[in-house]
Structure formats: C-alpha cells, structure tokens
C-alpha cells in the first residue's frame, strides 16, 4: 500500500480547524503535529520519534499501523463501503455482534453499534429509561452519575458526567433528574496505593441516601466508569462496585459500567467488570473496539434487558434509535481485525501479566519533587502533581510539553499526569516512558 504521509501544514494554515478539547490559540502557536505512526511509537512533523504512552487517546491498544486492520479495512471499502443498518444488514454486522457476545461479561450478549464512546452512553441511557418503560415503570427516568465521571460530551453523557469544565458552561441545559455519588479519589487516606484504594468502600452508601431522596421508583440507572480515566485516574476503592451492584439489584435498579477506557483489555481482562468480578446491565465500548483505526462504540445488554424491548407486534420496530453509521461495514471490518489481533497476541490479558511490573516502574516516581500520589491498575497510571500556587494544571502541562520534547507523549489532565500505553508495551518501553518522566518531573519546579 502507498502511505501518503501529508506535509505539515504552514502557520497560516491551522486557523480553520476549530480543535477540540484543545487551547487552540496556545496550541497553534506552537503546534504539535503527528505524521506518522508504527508499533508504539508517532513520528512528528519535523521527523522525531515519540513513544506513545496513552495509546492514541486510550484507544490503540493493538499499537500503531497494524497491518492486519488496514487490509480489512481497505478489502472492505473495496466489496461495500457502506450498507444500511435499519431494516436491511449486512453480514459482517453480525459476525461482529457474535464475538463481542463471545468475550463480554456473562450475560451480556446482545449488542447495539454506535461510532463513538459519547454515542455509546446516550445510547446506553435511552435503553435503561426503555426497559423500565417496557416493564411499566415508565416513571424511572432518574439518573445516577458520580462526580469526576466522564461519559462523553453528548447531552446526556455531559450531564451524568461530574467533570466540572465539562459542564459549567452549558448552564442548565442537562438532562433534568440527575443526582451524583461523590468521587472516590482521597488521596489523605489512599495516597501511592498499589492498585486499588483499601479505603472508601463505603461511598458507595451514599447510593441509598439518593435514593431515599429521590425514591427507588423514580431511579432508571446508575452509571459509573469502573475506573475513571478522563478525571485523571480514579480507582475504585476495594469492594465498592460490588456494594453498587448490591444496592442497585435491591431498587431494581440498572447499573451502566462505562468501559470506554477500561474495555479491550487496558486492566488485564476483556473487560473491567471481568476484572472486578462485577457484572453490570450495560456497558458502554468504544476505543480499543476498532483500534482507534475507524471510529466505532458498541452498547453490550443483558438478555434479559433485550429481551424486555422484544414485545408487542413483530411488526414494530422496538427501539427508535440508530445512527446512519451504526455497524458501518468498515468499522465492523477494522474491528473483527482488531480481535483477531487481540486473540492471536493475547492482548486482552497481557496488562494482567505485565501490571507488576508496570507498578514497580510508575512507583519509584514516589519521592521525585511535588509528586503527591502515584495510582494505577492494569495498565493504567497516574502521577498527580501538587498545583502550583493559583495556577491549577499549570505544572502538569508543562511536565506534558517537556516529556513530548524528549520524545514521550503523555497525557494531561490537570495536575494528573496519566499513562495507558499500547497494550504490545514491553518492558524497555515501560523503563524508558518512567525515566523520561521522572527526569522531567525533577527539571520542573
Ligand atoms: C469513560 C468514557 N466514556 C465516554 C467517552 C467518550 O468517548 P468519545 O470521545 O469516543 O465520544 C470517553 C472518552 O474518553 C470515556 O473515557
């Protein structure tokens, strides 16, 4: 295949792309601009080789350039670029949905595609509100979030999420009826633990005190991320999801786990509920589904939630939802490629084998200069920063803009600097991500 490899664009050209999530006056000031990309590493504009510590944005968990998911991909759109998902199929779409069924956590074998993580829970909440309007409890439509959660920028994913930035400046424009459980992040009692927190189990209490508040029967779902990564790597405390199971299962109550970040085999399982032994209603993918290659998200459901929607004339269609691009036959081919490669390399439980290591490594960063907790499970990582004095993130971004210097790109999120390399990391990987690291958070007062 012939890689174009596009010429970095001049000054004057940066201005009409309006960048997300980004500072874009500071950034195209001073751009950062990826060309290329192979195994664990980008290559920059100006030619530098950078390792890639945060998988993309989470989601290559397979590394770069795999050549498997670009022959499927390009043998796709060359059979059918494009079919329709609603009243028509295409067989690749059920071929998918088949071994996602195979890998997901028990139970959860009907899957419903979107092309995104944001999708994937406004996907995920509609689905909650109509299963118990199937059931006749057409009333619970309340939803439960938890603070420092992200699910996406959707309307409903922004307002179940507890990111403060996310939310402040779309005033009251949220869904109506959302209620939050406190974070579990405390680093008085939890600094530098070694994977998950002793302590905090009992947060999850403060589900029954909303729901006392608000009355079980008004309740839909509860939707938490097993481990937060956008909030800068927040661990559940031990025991926690399963008291939110417990408590959820007594109200009758859904449980969503947003695995956008944790799915594909970043903790050392398929999923994190495999991981934590902890099974939900529904659980919200993206990222490692496809590689980060072609946009892709998928819903995963219960039976029984499935089966509740599957009443009343065949002839009806049971759910009014659906994106023209659901189950779009290249995303469907990159990510079957993508499985093929988790199986093949037994990615999906290589973080579980390497995390020790991985641990070991990002800990000897206790003790460098205004570290003030270091985290991780799996293969995920933070070190969070003491702020500078009324400039809040200003030392982590910095940190940021010296380790992609030196030729590592991390991840920044205000005083948290978080790691989740490609799950294909090896160890002298590992050693030269944490050196760099370490020297940087030394060099940076
Ligand atoms: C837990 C979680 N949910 C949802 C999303 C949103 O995904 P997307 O950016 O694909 O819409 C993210 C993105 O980082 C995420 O981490």
Redesign the pocket.
Known sequence: MNARISPAPAQSDLEAFWMPFTANRQFKANPRLLTRAEGMHYWTADGRQVIDAVAG??CVNAGHGRREINEAVARQLSVMEYAPTFQMGHPIAFELANRLAAIAPPGMDRVFFTN??????DTALKIAIGYHRARGAGQRTRFIGREKG????GFG?MSVGGMVNNRKFFGSSMLPGVDHLPHTLDISHNAFSRGLPQWGMHLANELERLVALHDASTIAAVIV?PI???AGVVLPPVGYLKRLREICDKHDILLIF????TGFGRVGKPFASQAFDVTPDLM?T??GLSNGAI?M?AVFAQRKIHDAFMQGPENVIELFHGYTYSAHPVACAAALATLDIYAKEELLTRAAALSPRWEDAVHSMRGLPNVIDVRNYGLIAAVELEPRAGKPGARAFDVFLKCFERGVMVRQTADVIALSPPLIVERSHITQIVETLSQVIRETA
Do not use: C, F, N
Not at 116 to 121: A, I, Q, R, Y
Not at 150 to 153: E, I, P, R
Not at 258 to 261: A, K, N, Q, R, T
């Open positions: 944005l989470w995104s993580g944001s999708e994937s829970v992200y699910h996406g920028v994913g991320e937060s990564g956008s947003d695995e956008v970040i919200t993206a990222k946009p998200g």
